[in-house]
């Protein structure tokens, strides 16, 4: 057989004690061993599954997302004949806005791959170098890589925190609650790494 399988895990409102998991559906994807490119949710409100974007590609006039929707029983996946982009995050941070990044370049496009316009905020913003990861704040976005970290204004684009050290090398561990930002003497994982809670003045 040439299937593969999607699943989906319904959540639940988060409770004092925790979050609770079922699997409750599963789908035959046409694409044996396909291993995603991305695999992070699109929510629609009036649908009760979202759907799964596993990839991204430039196209005339915007980003094509390929997505699994989950409230569907087919799969359509593979039909895209140049290379996906190399998107390192992607978020949905409004109902219709969707924060993609790849390569030094931060996108805000709706859930169809064109960019937004918005006289207050940028729809592009530009970084120094290759960013490993993102987080979007009020006021602006914040980029990681290995040497440290870039945030820029979501209103002019222009630098407004950074940090660089050629001889340490960074990781971002976690942005679901809290920044936590990792560093370690650049080409020794032996060594003990430091943490680090990040706060941002960007917004004000």
């Given at each position: 057989?040439?299937?593969?399988?999607?699943?989906?895990?319904?959540?639940?409102?988060r409770?004092?004690?925790g979050?609770?998991?079922e699997c409750?559906?599963?789908?035959?994807?046409?694409?044996?061993?396909?291993?995603?490119?991305?695999?992070e949710?699109?929510i629609?409100?009036?649908?009760?599954?979202p759907s799964i974007?596993?990839?991204?590609?430039?196209?005339?006039?915007?980003l094509?997302m390929?997505?699994?929707?989950?409230?569907?029983?087919s799969?359509?996946?593979?039909?895209?004949s140049?290379?996906?982009?190399?998107v390192?995050?992607?978020?949905q941070?409004?109902?219709?806005?969707?924060?993609?990044?790849?390569?030094?370049?931060?996108?805000?496009v709706?859930?169809?791959?064109?960019?937004k316009?918005?006289?207050?905020a940028?729809?592009?913003?530009?970084?120094?170098?290759?960013?490993?990861?993102?987080?979007?704040?009020?006021g602006g976005v914040?980029?990681f890589?290995?040497?440290?970290m870039?945030?820029?204004n979501?209103?002019?684009g222009?630098?407004?925190?950074?940090v660089?050290?050629?001889?340490?090398?960074?990781r971002?561990?976690?942005?679901?609650?809290?920044?936590?930002?990792?560093?370690?003497?650049?080409n020794?994982?032996?060594?003990n790494?430091n943490?680090?809670?990040?706060?941002?003045?960007?917004?004000?």
């Amino acid at each position: 057989s040439n299937l593969g399988f999607l699943s989906t895990k319904q959540w639940y409102q988060r409770r004092v004690r925790g979050v609770k998991f079922e699997c409750i559906k599963t789908l035959a994807c046409p694409i044996q061993d396909y291993t995603p490119a991305l695999f992070e949710s699109m929510i629609k409100y009036d649908e009760p599954f979202p759907s799964i974007c596993v990839a991204v590609y430039q196209r005339d006039g915007g980003l094509f997302m390929e997505t699994v929707n989950m409230n569907s029983s087919s799969v359509f996946l593979g039909t895209q004949s140049s290379a996906p982009l190399p998107v390192t995050t992607l978020r949905q941070i409004e109902s219709d806005t969707m924060l993609v990044g790849f390569d030094n370049r931060a996108l805000f496009v709706n859930r169809e791959g064109i960019q937004k316009s918005n006289s207050r905020a940028k729809s592009a913003i530009t970084f120094s170098t290759p960013i490993a990861s993102m987080v979007f704040l009020e006021g602006g976005v914040l980029g990681f890589h290995r040497a440290g970290m870039e945030g820029r204004n979501l209103s002019t684009g222009k630098i407004e925190a950074e940090v660089k050290d050629d001889s340490k090398q960074f990781r971002l561990l976690s942005s679901a609650k809290m920044i936590i930002l990792e560093s370690r003497v650049a080409n020794d994982t032996t060594n003990n790494s430091n943490l680090y809670v990040l706060t941002s003045r960007l917004a004000e």
